[in-house]
């Protein structure tokens, strides 16, 4: 991993991987993508779709708390 001065913002810093870094990270990718394919390969698609709709929703209700947390 690199770490450089932001070219206009000197209060960030860009961080950028190198090859090894690179390769963890697709490997990690590559073995997320594994499992959920493992998880859900075998859901019928209508279901698959219900599924995600409720944790779209989840995930709405979540953002909608920490909105409502952050302006108290």
Do not use: C, I, N, Y
């Not at 690199?2 to 206009?8: F, G, I, Y």
């Not at 960030?12 to 870094?21: F, K, Q, R």
């Not at 997320?32 to 409720?54: I, Y």
């Amino acid at each position: 991993m690199t770490r450089e001065p932001h070219p206009t913002d000197r209060r960030a810093t860009l961080v950028t991987l190198t090859g090894p870094g690179d390769r963890s990270h697709q490997l990690s990718v590559r073995e997320r993508e594994e499992f959920a394919h493992l998880l859900l390969a075998a859901m019928p698609p209508k279901r698959l779709e219900s599924f995600v709709g409720g944790l779209e929703d989840v995930l709405a209700k979540l953002k909608q708390l920490k909105a409502a947390a952050q302006t108290r």
